[in-house]
């Protein structure tokens, strides 16, 4: 199974490669974000059936087979040897380091609960610094969850009471 994902995953970004685009291009004539245009291509998000048509229109070289397959329920999964890529380890980093602070935030600002990942959307942009220097904005942004206080009358797998 894994080996078919690789198969599909490395079809798939040759077919980007040939289109000479930039996951930002292809984003901007999608509508998606371009960390998004990655996952799809990567195969670690499902292609809607109402975006296959404006991906098609982005990547001209992709093929029905393709779009079938991108649109299939994907297993979510991450190679755990994927921290030792440098920029991977930075980004880790960066979460577990400011982690705490940003976690203290959420629940000044919000209450008490998280910042969902499965509502959620992602991107990079490049932008100049103050120095004139090239700097990297990743931008999360996703929707907040609170916790809920666990009551057993809230519970619909147990049978209510009389």
Same mark, same amino acid.
């Given at each position: 199974?894994? @080996?078919?994902?690789?198969?599909?995953?490395?079809?798939?970004?040759?077919?980007?490669?040939?289109?000479?685009?930039?996951?930002?291009?292809?984003? *901007? *004539?999608?509508?998606?974000?371009?960390?998004?245009?990655?996952?799809? +291509?990567?195969?670690?998000?499902?292609?809607?059936?109402?975006?296959?048509?404006?991906?098609?229109?982005?990547?001209? $070289? +992709?093929? *029905? $087979?393709?779009?079938?397959?991108?649109?299939?329920?994907?297993?979510?999964?991450?190679?755990?040897? +994927?921290?030792?890529?440098?920029?991977?380890?930075?980004?880790? *980093?960066?979460?577990?380091?400011?982690? $705490?602070?940003?976690? $203290?935030?959420?629940? @000044?600002?919000?209450?008490?609960?998280?910042?969902?990942?499965?509502?959620?959307?992602?991107?990079?942009?490049?932008?100049?610094?103050?120095?004139?220097?090239?700097?990297?904005?990743?931008?999360?942004?996703?929707?907040? +969850?609170?916790?809920?206080?666990?009551?057993?009358?809230?519970?619909?797998?147990?049978?209510?009471?009389?």
């Amino acid at each position: 199974m894994e @080996e078919a994902k690789t198969t599909i995953c490395n079809r798939l970004l040759a077919v980007k490669r040939n289109s000479g685009k930039t996951y930002s291009q292809i984003a *901007e *004539e999608t509508g998606l974000t371009n960390v998004y245009v990655a996952q799809l +291509l990567r195969r670690q998000a499902q292609l809607k059936p109402e975006t296959a048509p404006k991906l098609r229109a982005a990547l001209p $070289e +992709l093929s *029905e $087979e393709l779009v079938n397959y991108m649109m299939r329920p994907l297993m979510r999964s991450y190679d755990p040897n +994927l921290i030792q890529e440098p920029t991977i380890y930075r980004l880790n *980093e960066a979460v577990m380091h400011f982690g $705490e602070s940003i976690k $203290e935030i959420i629940n @000044e600002e919000f209450g008490d609960g998280i910042m969902s990942a499965i509502d959620f959307y992602c991107s990079v942009d490049k932008v100049k610094g103050v120095d004139g220097k090239d700097r990297a904005v990743v931008t999360f942004d996703g929707k907040y +969850l609170p916790y809920s206080e666990q009551k057993t009358q809230h519970m619909v797998s147990r049978p209510r009471q009389q």
